[in-house]
């Protein structure tokens, strides 16, 4: 019986013993995945700041270029002549609105139009005969 006991004593001790071995390992397995949670969250973090931040400094590059252009002779030019301004040297005309375009007179006379067909143009064309 004291040997019975002995042994129930020691299976005991070693039952107690890998259920402890087997919680730390759940512990320390959970404590792992927790902490490449963490490190995953961190990654994605610093990644999304960085693209942010490569955002961020192409918007200021792009701001850059343009108040640099606003600078340039070519914009203050194009303002000018939004403005209806004109450059020394140059004579400023206005043109007065008319409801057809067609009725303006270019003092140039305007071509009859023609009224053969794509297939006699090219006919014409490929014949090396000259349209009059």
């Known amino acids: 019986m004291i040997m019975e ?3 129930q004593k020691r299976l005991t001790l070693t039952r107690i013993i890998i259920g402890a071995v087997v919680l730390a390992v ?26 942010e931040n490569e955002i961020q400094e192409i918007e200021n590059e792009n701001l850059a270029l343009e108040r640099e252009y606003y600078k340039s002779d070519e914009f203050l030019e194009l303002s000018a002549r ?10 400023l005309v206005i043109l ?3 409801d057809d375009s ?15 067909s794509n297939l006699e143009k090219w006919l014409e064309f490929l014949l090396g005969k000259r349209a009059e």
């Open 102 to 116: 067609e009725k303006v007179n270019t003092g140039v006379a305007a071509k009859p139009k023609d009224e053969r």
């Open 26 to 51: 759940l512990v320390l397995l959970i404590q792992t995945i927790r902490t490449m949670e963490q490190n995953y969250k961190s990654e994605t973090y610093i990644r999304e700041s960085r693209l």
């Open 96 to 98: 007065p609105e008319t």
């Open 82 to 91: 939004k403005a209806n301004k004109a450059l020394p040297g140059e004579h």
């Open 5 to 7: 006991d002995s042994k």
